[in-house]
């Protein structure tokens, strides 16, 4: 794993051992970032099951003002701080360990929520329905979410509305946007 873009671009990233703690391929997260990329710069990010870090560090790369990496893991939350050090972005990051979705109810706003819990569970639909109830993103945020391929993704209802899904081989990637909005995309595919 490495920084792919901005102040940070080419650090390595340390890698869990094991299969505790699936990493986004540096592909798909190259893709990420290419349809997100007009929309990171001065944004306060969530990486909400943080694992390694990597979405939210490489948000913070490319211009994030702020990012909170929350997970309940500490072996995952210990390799996050380590990841962030490794960036040298220990300034613009806040680890918080509880379980994500009562980290949701926290209050905190954001405008860029990033969602990648293990694939055979229920977290992500119960995430999203989280966000859409307590409302944490600011006006024309956008959640991106990462799950298995053949997943349905659920609706939702204003002020969020579903956007494009973008398929990388097993893992789609779909994104949500509040104000119905959408977010400016170069990276249509």
């Known amino acids: 794993m490495r920084i792919i873009s901005g102040s940070a671009r080419g650090r390595k990233l340390q890698e869990p ?20 990329q007009f929309q990171v710069a001065g944004r306060r990010v969530l990486d909400l099951f943080a694992g390694t870090g990597q979405l939210g560090i490489e ?13 309940e893991s500490a072996e995952a939350l210990k390799l ?11 300034n613009a990051a806040q ?6 979705l009562s980290f949701l109810k926290s209050g905190a706003k954001f405008d ?25 993103l600011q006006e024309n945020g956008i959640i991106i979410c990462e799950s298995k391929a053949d997943k349905p993704m659920p609706e939702a209802g204003p002020p969020y509305a579903k956007g494009r899904s973008y398929r990388y081989g097993r893992v789609l990637i779909t994104l949500y946007h509040r104000n119905g909005n959408p977010p400016a995309s170069n990276g249509d595919r």
């Open 17 to 36: 051992a094991g299969n505790a703690i699936r990493p986004t391929t540096d592909m798909v997260k190259e893709s990420v970032f290419n349809i997100i």
């Open 59 to 71: 948000a913070l790369s490319r211009g994030a003002s702020a990012a909170v990496f929350v997970d």
């Open 80 to 90: 996050v701080r380590a990841n962030i050090k490794a960036a040298g972005f220990e």
């Open 95 to 100: 680890v918080v360990r509880t379980d994500a």
């Open 112 to 136: 860029i929520v990033f969602l990648d819990p293990p694939y055979d569970t229920p977290l992500l639909d119960q995430a999203l329905k989280h966000i859409f109830e307590f409302d944490i």
